[in-house]
């Protein structure tokens, strides 16, 4: 008897196991950045003014801790920037000294006000950076601590407004950094999830972990350059020109300028970063 293997049919169609998708970086699409102190040297600035009001110039440091407590009163939700402004100068001319009634301290703070708008001034590495970044096709927004008319003003006297595809700034939103909700609330505008952007601000705390702990890429801008290791998740810059050279090893996704062919280099900085 002959037996004729006959070509099998399989019973049932098995799909073949895909390959395992190699792990990639979400891409980079947005940078937000802080404003002040870190694209306008609002500390030169607000020194001078101190300087030219009072005839001193070493209450930098006392205007800057009064700053930081009514901030932080700002932040916390107990008042807002107009009444923070008029209490921090009242503090202020009362810890040196000088008693001042209600309309003497309004005069004071209009009279230091009148002076910054005059005296702002950008770092010299920020347009060189904004430019490389709009180059790389990012998304930028600007997020700031700060009042809104004031913070509008200088953004729009120097320049900045149309590099920004959007301006979050605390005193219109309610919220303040590093409240997660203000750095969510630009990525949702965006379009963005948090992983797919990057803040970069000079303070440690408010900019740099308020931006890591709310899942955004973290960049610590430490002008000064104190020295200070950054926490784990954050990344230190001492300036903007790091900033390109920063982004496209932590993020290569990133890939503009485009690649002009075998033996050129990928990217391109105008300021030789890269
Ligand atoms: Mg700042």
Redesign the pocket.
Known sequence: MDFALAPRTPSRTVPAEAAPEPWAPPALRLVCL?????LID?TAAIRRSLHILTGRGDLWPLWDLITEEHVALVVAGEIDYTTMHQRRTDCFLAEIGILADDEQVSSFERRRRELLDHSWQLFGDVLDCLEWLRAAGLLLAAV??ASGVHQRKKIADLGLAPFFDHVAIAGELGVAKPDPVMFHTVCLGLGCAPAQAVHV???LD??AIGARDAGLGAVWLDRDDIGERAPEGVHRVAGLAELPELLVSEYATIGVPAQRGSGTPAFTVRNGVL
């Open positions: 802080d404003i002040d102190d870190t609002c700031t601590n601000g000079d303070k408010t900019d």
